[in-house]
């Protein structure tokens, strides 16, 4: 197998206010909802660095096609973590969120290895991770 990642879908409860938190709310570029004509098939992706996209699907919808049930999220199953170039961008990004609707649960603070983080949960209890580490900068 190739190691790479080229999209993580999110099951959400409702797409049209998942879409609104994340395009307008983080401004993540998107085309919006596509495949509304298909049962089951409407998604949204937003284009995201490196070629990653983050796709948002219903959740039941998801459990459909993959015969699987529907449960709860839970937040700490794993954490999607964005990674800034500056230790002021982490304050700026969770404010953003904050304003978007998400639930700030920990405020950015200093780390143990020297970085400083934040986390937020998405309408649908995503965790996200907003993170600036001194030893693992992103690439522009």
């Not at 304003?99 to 649908?124: C, N, Q, S, V, W």
């Amino acid at each position: 197998m190739n190691p790479r990642i080229s999209v993580l879908t999110l099951g959400v409860a409702d797409l049209d206010r998942s879409l609104a938190f994340y395009r307008s709310g983080l401004g993540l570029p998107t085309e919006g909802i596509v495949g509304r004509e298909f049962a089951h098939g409407a998604v949204a992706f937003f284009e995201l660095s490196g070629g990653l996209r983050l796709g948002i699907w219903a959740q039941d919808d998801i459990a459909h096609d993959t015969g699987l049930p529907s449960t709860g999220v839970s937040p700490t199953s794993f954490t999607i973590g964005h990674n800034v170039s500056r230790r002021e961008d982490v304050d700026e990004v969770i404010e953003q969120a904050r304003r978007a609707g998400a639930d700030i649960t920990k405020a950015p603070e200093e780390t143990f290895y020297g970085g400083y983080a934040g986390y937020f949960l998405d309408p649908d209890g995503h965790l996200w991770e907003v993170v600036w580490n001194p030893a693992s900068l992103p690439t522009e």
